[in-house]
DNA sequence: GTCTTTACGTCAGTCATGTTGACATATATC
DNA sequence: GATATATGTCAACATGACTGACGTAAAGAC
């Protein structure tokens, strides 16, 4: 078992901290899906209803282009999934104000405590995580996952300079779709 | 746009940090599985592909049983990926020694090829996103992974005192199937 | 040495969620 | 008035998950 002949490899360092990180982020995913889903599953929803469910919640107003873009599926795949949560009474569509083809979306009272009740646990999840981890931990978190990020979709992610905690409640406060 | 009359609210802050780390988690899957994604798509393959070539490769020799419990998925839906997979030759299967019930899994050269060329984008992607962290962010981020996955697989991830690497590198060349 | 359990496979049917391609409608913009 | 944009819709198809039922070979228990 004891291998004194075995040098050390930066290369196999790197190679298995590499595979580590990817290994941890199938895991982590796998497991922060399962619980929402069989929640889901009562309502004969799936993972694809959560999302929008989510965003929607996190975005009321946003356009059905800016949830394209979010999810990048195509509009056929989100109108099935959107048109059961608009026809079951979870989600309503009014025309945009300044631009009328737009269909701004929000939840309804019934879809905000169905977000309510599958947030919760991935809530939870994550309050867990971070509770045990420590800020620092999760400052290096919030480093790393923004760098697997495109570049591109990084800018939803506002730094956390002096001043942070405004910006973001302004922000959830009044979302700006187009920033989305 | 300054707002001075508003107090900071922490339970506000809490649940802000909190849906950025639900948004992070779900965009960099996203991000993560978007390139191999599009490679697999030149062999007929999908993402369930993917994941098999993964873990055999990085478990070779491991069982059937093995593979069910990391994927959580029916041994119906892995018998047909799977056995594409066997059929076109990028996955082998011989008996067990001790246990002649068992398909003991190993990639071949051309499963070992394909799997490096998957694998090399998603190492690629977390080099970059290690190397603009820095190394305290690594370990916060590991930290914070291993709290959102279930008890049950937090030992598949060795913890990094001294001596580590040599527990690391031991594991990866002589992997135990029953641990994993 | 039978009996039971385990590891694995297979057939059949269903569902959720993604895709492409074509076409339609209303509104905005040049 | 012509063109571009935001959105919706119909149709066909692929992937990858599911359940349920049944089969086979080998291991382990009595």
Redesign the pocket.
């Known amino acids: 078992m004891t291998d004194v002949k075995t040098p050390i490899n930066p290369l196999f360092l790197r190679e298995e901290e590499l595979r580590q990180g990817i290994e941890l982020l199938f895991f982590a995913y796998r497991d922060f899906t399962a619980e929402p889903d069989a929640i889901l599953a009562a309502y004969?929803?799936?993972?694809?209803?959560h999302r929008v469910i989510y965003f929607v919640g996190r975005n009321p107003g946003m356009?059905?282009?800016d949830l394209l873009a979010i999810l990048?599926?195509?509009?056929?795949?989100l109108?099935?999934?959107?048109?059961q949560l608009v026809d079951e009474g979870f989600i309503t569509?009014r025309p945009g104000v300044h631009?009328?083809?737009?269909?701004l979306l929000e939840l309804t009272e019934k879809g905000t405590e169905l977000e309510r009740q599958l947030t919760e646990r991935q809530r939870a999840r994550f309050a867990r995580a971070y509770r045990e981890a420590g800020a620092e931990a999760v400052e290096g978190f919030r480093k790393v996952m923004l760098g697997l990020i495109d570049e591109a979709d990084r800018s939803r992610f506002p730094s956390r300079g002096p001043g942070w905690l405004r910006q973001a409640r302004v922000a959830s406060e009044r979302p700006v779709a187009g920033h989305l």
Request: charged residues 30%.
């Open positions: 004969g929803f799936g993972r694809a209803h356009t059905v282009s990048r599926i195509t509009k056929q795949s109108s099935r999934v959107l048109g569509q631009d009328r083809r737009q269909r």
